[in-house]
């Protein structure tokens, strides 16, 4: 079943064991945000967030999955506070690890410096999950992609679990094009869009960990591995992680030296056909990356 | 105010801090006691370049000077909007920026944050909202965006959002609305005529790690649903109403 079109509320027991997922502060609670009837826009029940806790792989996990449908995902003041809340309760019941679903715009600008505020409060909840000792991993692969602060915050995951047609970035095109022009960004050069900010991109760069195909059950897959293999290190933030990441976005800024298009920086990897990259099926691909695709260099270096 | 002016407000004896291609490093004292301080000026969009100098310098302060307080200037028009800064993922160097910080309050150090001129979204959210505490100048400016542009996006008419922002903290810019909603901690030099060196001084001594926001925009009736429903989540019950 293909993840991309469904919904937050599909996709919840499509990736958990079936049946297991019980629902903090359900839509029957009716907590909607207090700030969009000023605006005459529509409310929510859920706020356009789904927050929980259930069952993967037998493992109690807690989890959260965003609404694209609703605002576009994008994180209001309730919105935030649940993802928070949800995080500090796993901390609270020592969860064995945390699965974030995450297609969100960013922050809701119908609620701007709330949301704002959120975005960060989230982003520091999730390291305080992580700093006692809990997996954090992250899904990006719904149609409205990930973008704005929550860009950011799925790069706060210890993992990052993409498919060829997730998108993950922080300014969308249509904001550059807005601002900078169609000249640096045309937000309707759909090949160019994904190129920059889709799946197989982020593989190769190294902002994702984890490519899989657009499926429910490769994603599920996916996330019980990466939780599997994070369970058995350290998932906190350590000095020599961020030095070893520092030194992959160092060296990402010195290979890109000059390059304005993401085949070329692809070339730059060593991939010999750069152009035949986004018809690659995901296997084939997969293999071509392997050899490719940038790493960070920890520990045994 | 410009960056060299504040410096000498804030560190009266005198400090080492240098300006290159508007980044911000150096050190000085307060009270005696050494700090580290990294920023940028001139209004400068966070590019990844400026984005990775400052987490490079947090984590130099993190290995050569353990514990030692940071100070964050900020003075930002947000992050840069460019294919270039998209397409070699952003994201990452502002999460990179954010993860440092982290990692330096968790290691025990205090960071500060200070918005004196400028703060806007994107280039905010990992500098001074990811510090243990920020704080602002009276003067400064800080929004996620223009009511213009965010009545194109909103659908919003600009008169009506206009007139929003009139009493609701939530859309209107300026420090006094982000101190209502606990975005931060409190206003500099209002109750002290000025005296920059000794709010410092004072924000040193009051930092904890743990992330109280929620709770301030609670009791300055800025933000009053966002602690009830993480308590509500966290806990299991229902909802209270403030």
């Not at chain 2, 160097?93 to 990692?103: S, W």
Request: hydrophobic share 45%; charged share 20%.
């Amino acid at each position: 079943m293909s993840y991309l079109e469904l919904t937050a509320r599909q996709r919840i027991p499509a990736i958990f064991d079936a049946g297991s997922f019980e629902e903090f502060l359900p839509p029957s609670k009716r907590i909607a945000s207090p700030h969009l009837a000023q605006l005459d826009s529509p409310v929510s029940f859920d706020d356009g967030v789904v927050v929980g806790r259930g069952k993967l792989g037998g493992h109690t996990v807690f989890g959260a999955a965003q609404e694209g449908a609703f605002m576009g995902g994008a994180v209001g003041e309730v919105h935030g506070a649940k993802l928070a809340g949800m995080l500090r309760r796993a901390i609270d019941e020592r969860a064995y690890a945390v699965l974030l679903l995450l297609e969100s715009g960013g922050v809701r600008l119908h609620e701007a410096n709330a949301g704002l505020i959120a975005v960060s409060e989230v982003m520091r909840a999730m390291l305080d999950v992580r700093a006692a000792g809990i997996p954090v991993v992250a899904v990006v692969g719904g149609s409205n992609g990930c973008f704005g602060g929550m860009g950011i915050a799925a790069r706060c995951a210890n993992t990052v679990i993409m498919s060829e047609e997730g998108r993950l970035a922080m300014s969308g095109p249509e904001v550059i094009e807005t601002a900078s022009g169609v000249e640096e960004f045309d937000s309707r050069d759909r090949a160019l869009v994904w190129r920059t900010t889709g799946g197989k991109h982020r593989y190769l760069l190294g902002d994702c960990q984890v490519l899989v195909a657009d499926d429910t059950d490769a994603f599920r897959g996916a996330a019980l591995d990466a939780i599997a293999a994070l369970k058995s290190g350290e998932v906190g933030l350590t000095l020599e992680g961020l030095l070893a990441e520092q030194d992959l976005l160092a060296r990402r800024l010195r290979d890109a030296e000059g390059v304005n298009e993401p085949m070329e920086l692809w070339r730059r990897l060593g991939i010999p056909e750069p152009a035949s990259v986004p018809m690659l099926e995901a296997g084939a691909f997969l293999e071509l990356a392997q050899q490719h695709r940038a790493r960070l260099h920890t520990g045994e270096q | 105010m410009d960056w060299q002016t504040l410096a000498t407000q804030l560190f009266p004896g005198g400090h080492a801090i240098v300006e290159r291609d508007n980044f911000l490093s150096g050190s000085a004292q307060v009270g005696g006691q050494p700090i580290d301080v990294i920023g940028t000026t001139g209004h400068v969009p966070i590019g990844i370049e400026i984005a990775l100098a400052q987490a490079t310098a947090i984590l130099n302060t993190v290995q050569q000077h353990p514990g030692r307080p940071i100070l964050i200037l900020v003075d930002t028009q947000g992050q840069r909007l460019r294919h270039r800064d998209e397409m070699l993922g952003i994201n990452s160097y502002m999460a990179h920026l954010g993860k440092c910080v982290d990692l330096a309050r968790r290691k025990g150090h205090a960071v500060i944050g200070l918005v004196y001129d400028q703060a806007l979204s994107g280039g905010f959210i990992t500098s001074g909202l990811i510090a243990s505490a920020c704080y602002a100048l009276p003067q400064a400016t800080i929004r996620v965006m223009g009511l213009p542009a965010m009545a194109r996006i909103t659908k919003v008419p600009e008169e009506r959002l206009t007139e929003l922002a009139r009493d609701n903290p939530v859309f209107a810019p300026g420090p006094e609305n982000y101190l209502r909603m606990g975005g931060l901690h409190g206003i500099w030099g209002e109750g002290t005529g000025g005296d920059l060196a000794r709010e410092l001084a004072r924000a040193l001594a009051e930092c904890t790690p743990d992330d109280r926001r929620m709770a301030l925009g609670l009791e300055r009736g800025g933000r009053l649903l966002a602690q009830p429903v993480a308590d509500a989540v966290r806990t299991g019950s229902d909802v209270r109403p403030a």
